[in-house]
């Protein structure tokens, strides 16, 4: 693994694409029809904050130090805002389209902030009428409406929606190639279709426009995410916590020291993951991902009614199906199967949740089918998934779906794509560990042992249920976890 550190400004290099390289998608009308004119658009919005139901609690923030945040006009990709911020926010662009039903801006700014304000929640209640809005602003403008176009694709994104958010994207980047806000959004697009090249290729184009000082933090931590899929670590942390350093906020900081937190998990230091988390928290109580992120840490370290406590609270603040699917197998692991039970309940009653509003569950869903559920019906689900967005988490969950209904030759075709990091990709302890338990129903000693005893490197806590089975097999196959870590 290459380990040398660039200058927060450059990108290594990058190998030019292969032709034809990726996957062709069909290309969708970027403007659908609406059913009704702009008056019933406007007719359609949801009743002023203080009559909804879901959001009632939030409101503007009284006076104190946390009421010193700029007023918000408009979401920018990659930049956190508060609650607060988004409230007031949204509240200000409703009065708006109710006054100027043919004010584009205005449109796009109100769908782009429900977007970020269901992100930000975990509620996707906020996604249709994010659409509505959207789209409406695209009806008035016409397709070179790139304000538009950013917000689909973080709408796309925020669905797992990667082919679509890929569309999206790189028709903002055509209408407007400087926009360096075009960017961030794409990359993802192509990391979530297994497009590590493109994606390389697009962080080099973003660190070549010129940006201002407010954008820095977001860039770099656009460019960690895409160091860590490429392996290199210690340039993901380097920049990560250059974009901690220069965050212009609060939220903005605390997003960095939660990406900081999930470095240090990945590579099992698990005192630096808690420290970032618990830094996060403080900054940002609203930062779901990192009291989730606790409480896997706490459970690593045993300390165990801990993690429960960080668990809840995180799905008590934002309700959350993949937080829900931790607690229940951490539950599951500690011997407490109702409560398990229960959170898997709850799994499954956010995906449908989510399923309604358009949110792509289908990956989490299949991968929790294939463990504790109907395995078959996760290979169904996971193949059309597949064909949709072939990305490495998807082959890792087919891959593993498969071996959990016999089918281990097939499975491991899919395990090896997942390992295979030639073309850029994370090594991952989970998907090294799916790999050497296929290898090993398949009678391959050497390989299996060589993948569990490689994933217990990588991070020896990388689940609670995983890594007894782990140890378990490895014994099994006459070997143990060796001693020496994964480098940091």
């Known amino acids: 693994m290459d380990n040398r550190v660039w200058e927060p400004d450059t990108s290594p290099p990058v190998e ?37 139901r879901r959001h009632a609690s939030v409101r503007p ?122 960017y961030p959004p794409l990359i993802d697009a192509y990391t979530g279709l297994g497009d590590y090249t493109a994606a390389r290729a697009s962080l080099d184009r973003l660190l070549k426009l010129r940006t201002g000082a407010a954008a820095r933090p977001v860039v770099r931590a656009r460019a960690a995410a895409v160091y860590r899929d490429r392996g290199w670590r210690k340039d993901a942390v380097a920049q990560l916590t250059d974009a901690a350093a220069a965050a212009g906020t ?59 406590s960080a668990y809840r609270a995180a799905l008590a603040r934002r309700p959350s199906p993949q937080d829900a699917y931790e607690l ?55 193949r059309a998934e597949w064909r949709r967005q072939p990305g490495t988490e998807v082959a890792d969950a087919l891959g593993w779906a498969l071996h959990r209904t016999g089918d281990d030759e097939e499975a491991l075709t899919y395990a090896t794509a997942a390992t295979d990091t030639s073309k850029g990709g994370l090594r991952s302890p989970l998907y090294v560990f799916h790999r050497g338990l296929i290898e090993r129903e398949l009678r391959l000693p050497a390989p299996a042992r060589r993948h569990l005893q490689e994933a217990l490197r990588i991070n020896p806590y990388f689940s609670p249920l995983r890594v007894p089975t782990a140890l378990a097999a490895l014994s099994g196959l006459g070997g143990e976890a060796r001693e020496e870590r994964a480098p940091r």
């Open 16 to 52: 030019p694409p292969a032709p034809g390289h990726g996957r062709r998608w069909p290309r969708r009308l970027l403007v659908t029809a609406l059913v009704g004119a702009l008056a019933a658009a406007a007719v359609w919005l949801p009743p002023p904050a203080g009559r909804q």
């Open 61 to 182: 923030p009284a006076a104190g130090p946390r009421a010193q945040a700029p007023a918000l006009t408009a979401v920018t990709p990659g930049v956190p805002a508060t609650l607060p911020q988004l409230a007031a926010l949204i509240g200000r662009q409703e009065r708006r389209v109710r006054s100027r039903p043919r004010d584009a801006r205005a449109w796009a700014v109100l769908g782009s902030a429900y977007v970020e304000r269901g992100r930000r929640t975990a509620d996707p209640a906020d996604y249709p009428r994010a659409e509505q809005a959207l789209r409406t602003s695209l009806k008035v403008r016409g397709a070179r409406n790139t304000e538009a176009l950013d917000g689909l694709t973080a709408l796309a994104l925020a669905r797992r929606d990667f082919p679509a958010a890929k569309l999206y994207g790189e028709e903002a980047l055509r209408a407007a190639p400087q926009r360096w806000t075009a």
């Open 250 to 308: 609060p939220a903005e900081r605390a997003a960095c020291l939660t990406g900081l937190g999930q470095l240090a998990w990945e590579r099992g230091d698990l005192q630096d993951a808690l420290r970032h988390y618990e830094a996060a928290v403080r900054l940002d109580p609203e930062q779901r991902a990192a009291q989730a992120g606790r409480g896997r840490v706490l459970a690593a370290l045993g300390r165990t009614e801990e993690a429960y």
């Open 328 to 382: 229940g197998e951490l539950y599951e692991a500690r011997g407490l199967p109702a409560r398990a039970r229960a959170r898997y309940e709850q799994l499954r009653t956010l995906v449908r949740q989510g399923a309604a509003a358009g949110v792509d569950e289908d990956l989490l869903l299949g991968q929790f089918e294939a463990d504790h559920g109907d395995s078959a019906e996760a290979v169904r689900r996971l």
